[in-house]
């Protein structure tokens, strides 16, 4: 097979090279260090990526457990998700868990029979943290259960006058009718479409719901709930996210896996929008690898480096810490020639791109270079609010201090990248 194109030093053929570059996104699920790993790659770039612990992290499975204890006091419920495996639940303001082996009736008690996610694993001598939150999501609609009351709200990038578009009134109708008290979210998908046609799939969606939610009712104690495995679990919620856009394939690279995800995925009641759905590609060209033509070691890499280079010849440098994350922003090889405003920017930039790859939350912390026009710095301000705003990882800008340090926050959704990555490399 001639090989006509050089690319990070192989010769791929122009069949190849298109497949390498296609402007499609596409999601590979294959391999980092022996690690199980799902990469989402458009235009050759990472837009996304996960990593599995070996030890089957079990990060976003639902199950149903059984009340062990109990401490009003502080919110505190201990509850068994298997067999012996006691984990820790706060129950927040507003929280009431599904019970299913009696009648809801604003209480949770001893023996209460509850559905629960794992939100984080064990970490050394800290019990898996769980949660009665259980998001059931599509393209369109969030819905929330584990909830006192039904609430419905919308997504904040929709305007107000988008927001006015739909019948606030029959959406509080069919809330208010729904068996089961939910938070639904308004997601703003639903800018493209009519009233009437928000109308037509809420209702469907709630339909899917309340199977659902029945079908759980008559689940044995301990069962796991989701379909699938906890990777097939991760990229339906990647692929619902608009954010993500369109992937038109999942590639693997073995026949298990091929038999795995077609099964997942190609069914119709898989959570996965109909106009998103993947199609499942095994990759079989035994002259070259996955690896080697997608470049997903140097692309895993990438996302474990402390520094990362910009085009401009400036760089960030990431410190993970326990209380919070700090992120320095470096004029490095610019020799100031690179005007600060420009270099402000495409560090910020970058720098939201890699909390959303490395999944970091809590508190970040970013010291970007020192702004000596007020204008331009607050023309800066304004442009954090509107990046953080339009990011698809849920970052919250806070503020940009006198010393032109910004502050963020992030909700946490399971373990960071780092995380996990360490916490498999102790237990080997």
């Avoid at 690319?7 to 298109?18: C, F, K, P, Q």
């Avoid at 997903?296 to 996302?303: C, F, H, N, V």
């Avoid at 020799?335 to 790859?357: C, F, H, M, T, Y």
Wanted: one cysteine or more; glycine letters at 4%; hydrophobic letters at 35%.
């Amino acid at each position: 097979m001639s090989r006509d194109v050089k690319v990070s030093n192989i010769h791929l053929n122009s069949e190849e090279n298109a497949l390498r570059n296609t402007k499609k996104g596409k999601i590979i699920i294959s391999k980092y260090k022996d690690r199980k790993a799902v990469f989402f790659i458009k235009d050759n770039r990472l837009e996304g990526f996960d990593l599995f612990d070996p030890e089957k992290d079990r990060t976003g499975l639902i199950y149903v457990g059984r009340v062990q204890n109990i401490d009003r006091n502080n919110g505190s419920v201990f509850v068994e998700i298997q067999k012996g495996e006691i984990c820790y639940m706060s129950l927040k303001e507003g929280d009431l868990p599904l019970v299913l082996n009696r009648k809801n009736d604003g209480r949770i008690l001893l023996s209460d029979e509850i559905i629960v996610k794992i939100e984080r694993e064990r970490i050394k001598t800290k019990l898996p943290f769980i949660t009665c939150n259980i998001e059931y999501t599509d393209d369109l609609f969030v819905f929330k259960t584990g909830v006192k009351s039904s609430t419905f709200h919308y997504s904040k990038k929709l305007s107000e006058e988008e927001k006015n578009r739909f019948d606030f009134s029959m959406i509080q109708k069919m809330l208010e009718e729904f068996e089961y008290p939910v938070d639904l979210t308004i997601r703003t998908a639903c800018r493209e479409y009519s009233n009437d046609e928000i109308l037509s799939r809420l209702r469907k969606s709630f339909v899917k719901l309340l199977t659902t939610l029945r079908e759980s009712s008559h689940k044995t104690l301990f069962s796991c709930l989701n379909q699938g495995d906890i990777i097939s679990v991760s990229i339906r919620n990647k692929i619902n996210s608009i954010s993500f856009g369109a992937f038109d394939e999942i590639i693997v690279e073995n026949n298990k896996d091929h038999e795995l995800y077609t099964r997942a995925f190609l069914t119709s009641e898989n959570g996965v929008n109909a106009e998103k759905q993947p199609k499942i590609r095994l990759y079989d060209d035994k002259d070259l690898s996955l690896n080697s033509l997608y470049g997903l070691d140097s692309k895993a890499e990438s996302i474990l480096k402390r520094q990362i280079w910009l085009k401009s010849g400036g760089n960030i440098v990431i410190d993970q810490l326990e209380a919070l994350t700090v992120i320095d922003v470096n004029s490095a090889k610019t020799e100031g020639k690179q005007p600060v405003d420009d270099l402000n920017r495409e560090a910020a930039s970058e720098a939201l791109r890699q909390i959303r790859l490395r999944n970091i939350s809590g508190i970040i912390i970013i010291d970007f270079i020192n702004y000596k026009d007020k204008k331009q710095r607050a023309e800066f301000i304004e442009y954090l609010k509107a990046i953080s705003k339009k990011d698809p990882s849920g970052i919250c800008f806070k503020d940009l201090t006198a010393l032109d340090l910004a502050e963020f926050t992030r909700k946490k959704s399971g373990p960071s990248i780092k995380e996990i990555y360490f916490r498999s490399e102790d237990r080997s």
